[in-house]
């Protein structure tokens, strides 16, 4: 009975996730769409290192907390990207911590002037159930041992990215393996790793000289739950300065602003949601933190 309460909360508490998508949720994706899809690795001439740091539901404790630092280089002689990064992801007791590896091999389509990222991802994981941030209803509540439980997983994503200057269209399968997490008893049906679906598409309209503007959407799905998308408008200003809002088909309604200073920029954006959480948040905050090495060496500079 012991086990089955322990196995129960953390069944509760993952499909809790896998309903907000049960990956880290990220409101500035369109300025670092690499943690979505791994064909993006090389999608750009130079070396874009990106840090993002994402707290959830501000004022609930033990609300989702991420954070992410990755990069990703094209070698121009092969047509390769490699990429990767690190992340950290929380939820009140349930962490992930690990790193991922991509490559992405891009194909010119002289045809309709664009090139297609096919991308392979591999990543490893560790998953950690720290039982002592259970707050019980009766204490030293026996069915709770405050032990930590910890798995190390292995996965793997898979990408296509369709682009040029103008435009892009991208899909990516995540946590192909599906490996199930195992919490000791093994009379109880263990808890799997979902497989997550995206879809991007978006275009750069040019207003003027120094006007553009990019509506974009992003497609969330699994087999389980249903699918969920992002209405996204961001409007830039001489490619140094930008403006956005977006809004997700969950009740969630973000705010983007930022600034790009030579090879630097900075971007943050403020989520609101107008769902019953309002009541217990003060919204969510992003920031993100960029670098573009060696940007304008061979074809100028870009916001991607």
């Given at each position: 009975?012991?086990?089955l309460?322990v196995?129960?909360?953390a069944?509760v508490?993952?499909?809790f ?5 049960q990956?880290?949720l ?11 899809n ?6 750009v001439d130079y ?10 539901w501000v004022?609930?404790k033990?609300?989702?907390s991420t954070?992410?630092i990755s990069?990703h280089y094209?070698?121009n002689?092969m ?6 990064y690190?992340f950290?992801d929380?939820f009140?007791?349930?962490?992930r911590?690990g790193?991922?590896?991509c490559?992405a091999?891009h194909?010119?389509l002289?045809g309709?002037?664009?090139k297609?990222?096919i ?6 994981f ?5 039982q002592?941030q259970?707050?019980t209803?009766e204490?030293n ?7 930590i439980i ?5 996965d793997a994503?898979?990408g296509?990215?369709?682009y040029?200057s ?5 899909m990516?399968a995540?946590q192909?393996?599906q ?5 000791g008893d093994?009379a ?5 790793i979902?497989?997550?679906y ?7 309209f040019s ?8 509506p ?7 087999f389980?739950t ?5 209405f996204n408008?961001?409007?830039y200003?001489d490619?140094s300065?930008?403006l956005?809002?977006?809004?997700r088909?969950?009740?969630d ?18 989520d609101?949601?107008?769902?019953h959480?309002?009541?217990y948040?003060n919204g969510?905050?992003?920031?993100l933190?960029?670098f573009?090495?060696?940007e304008?060496?061979n074809k100028g500079?870009s916001?991607?």
């Open positions: 009975m012991k086990k309460i196995i129960f909360t069944f508490l993952l499909g996730g896998v309903k907000a998508q990956l880290p990220y409101s500035q994706y369109m300025m670092n769409a690499f943690l979505l791994p064909a993006i690795a090389g999608s070396f874009p290192v990106r840090l993002t740091a994402r707290q959830q004022g609930i033990g609300a989702p954070q992410a990069g094209l070698f002689n047509n390769f990207g490699l990429g990767g690190l950290n929380k009140g007791p349930i962490s911590t790193i991922q590896v490559g091999y194909i010119e002289a309709i002037k664009s297609l990222g991308g392979l991802a591999l990543k490893a560790q998953f950690k159930f720290d002592s259970l707050v209803i204490t509540d026996p069915a709770v041992n405050h032990g910890t798995q190390v997983v292995p994503d898979f296509l990215y369709l040029n103008k435009y892009f269209v991208g990516a995540t192909l393996v490996l199930n997490l195992d919490f093994s109880v049906d263990k808890n799997q979902i497989r997550h995206f879809a991007t598409a978006g275009y750069k207003l003027s000289d120094k006007f553009e503007l990019e974009s959407l992003l497609f969330k799905s699994t389980t249903p699918m969920q998308i992002d408008v961001k409007a200003y490619k300065y930008w956005g809002v977006s809004y088909s969950s009740k309604i973000a705010i983007m602003v930022g600034v790009k200073f030579q090879k630097f920029y900075i971007g943050y954006a403020f609101y949601t107008t769902s959480i309002k009541d948040s969510s905050h992003e920031i933190i960029g573009n090495i060696k304008g060496a500079s916001l991607l």
